[in-house]
């Protein structure tokens, strides 16, 4: 299967920048569109961020202008920069796999890693 690793979070103040990263592993072959979302206590899982196989990119309004996602395929490895931190970006962040929407080869899709922990205090 495809597994997901999150690493990169900690806690942080107000202000101050963290780099995420999902490293991914199984089924090499497969073009995915990634994707970041975050999960705060007792909220549902939104969408922050994301990457297509095409290198488009897309970001939530409350991370615009903050946030940068990236990736580097030879690593198998989606990153997201995260600039002037604000408690609201307190959460688990997670990455997953989307698409792809076409493939000769099996490409199974919508796996989740087990998030990392970002905190940011005031």
């Known amino acids: 299967q495809v597994e997901l690793v999150e690493s990169g979070g900690g806690s942080v103040q107000s202000g101050d920048s963290l780099t995420l990263a999902c490293k991914r592993s199984?089924?090499?072959?497969?073009?995915?569109?990634m994707r970041w979302y975050r999960q705060a206590p007792g909220e549902e899982r939104v969408f922050v961020s994301g990457i297509d196989s095409d290198g488009s990119v897309s970001y939530a309004e409350s991370v615009k202008g903050r946030f940068t996602i990236s990736q580097d395929n030879a690593k198998k490895t989606v990153y997201l920069q995260m600039n002037n931190l604000k408690p609201e970006d307190t959460a688990l962040y997670y990455c997953?796999?989307?698409?792809?929407?076409?493939?000769?080869?099996?490409?199974?899709?919508?796996?989740w890693g087990q998030g990392t922990q970002v905190t940011v205090s005031s």
């Open positions: 199984g089924y090499d072959y497969c073009a995915y569109d």
């Open positions: 997953k796999t989307e698409g792809p929407e076409e493939s000769i080869y099996y490409c199974p899709t919508n796996y």
